[in-house]
């Protein structure tokens, strides 16, 4: 989709402008959540790579905080 913006400020002209995508509608929705099923995918997925990695990083500490065993 494509918009036409005009002027110094860019703003957008014509009847694309009262469809362009609002973010500050009240739907209830955060504004992280506001384009659907795609948001929820990517937030979702950054979510578990967080909390993935975040345990991930709390085991190495703890493994390299063992001391070693002498043989």
């Known amino acids: 989709m494509y918009y036409k913006f005009s002027g110094f ?3 957008l002209t014509g ?3 009262s469809a362009a995508y609002t973010p ?3 739907d209830g929705l955060p504004v992280h959540l506001k384009l659907g099923y795609p948001d929820k995918l990517l937030y979702r997925t ?3 790579l967080t909390i ?3 345990f991930y ?3 190495a500490l ?3 905080s063992q001391p070693k065993k002498q043989k």
């Open 24 to 26: 500050q509608r009240s």
């Open 62 to 64: 703890f493994i390299a």
């Open 52 to 54: 993935g990695g975040t």
């Open 46 to 48: 950054t979510m578990a």
């Open 9 to 11: 400020t860019q703003r």
């Open 15 to 17: 009847a694309t402008s």
């Open 57 to 59: 990083c709390l085991v």
